[in-house]
């Protein structure tokens, strides 16, 4: 038996503007709408993985989920652009990542990273 695929399900009341925010900042596609679901994606190839956590590293709180991106400078950048908060960050973290928190829509907390 293989795992094909692991999908975070993620509680929105506002599904299109929940998912307007993923598409906007992170350049996600719909893939699916159903109005009362909504799948984004990315054609890239991702390796299937997920964390099991009791804390976030460096005294931050567990993520909700967590986002690696090619230029975090530039989303930092692109996120504030679109007048959104960090939370956390942007911090170099001293297990080899560089990242931040923000919230979406919903108030889920989103760590965004990239490896250094």
Not at 12 to 36: H, N, S
Not at 54 to 71: K, L, Q, Y
Request: net charge negative; proline share 5%; charged share 30%.
């Amino acid at each position: 038996m293989t795992v094909k695929r692991i999908v975070a399900n993620i509680a929105a009341p506002d599904v299109e503007k929940t998912a307007r925010f993923y598409k906007e900042l992170f350049g996600l596609e719909l893939k699916m709408d159903l109005g009362w679901i909504a799948t984004l994606g990315s054609d890239e190839s991702m390796r299937v993985q997920f964390s099991l956590m009791r804390e976030g590293g460096s005294g931050a709180p567990v993520p909700d989920i967590s986002i690696e991106v090619d230029d975090l400078d530039a989303m930092v950048e692109k996120v504030r652009g679109a007048g959104y908060e960090t939370e956390y960050g942007p911090a170099d973290e001293p297990w080899g990542v560089r990242r931040f928190y923000l919230r979406d829509p919903e108030g889920r907390l989103v760590n965004v990273l990239t490896h250094l």
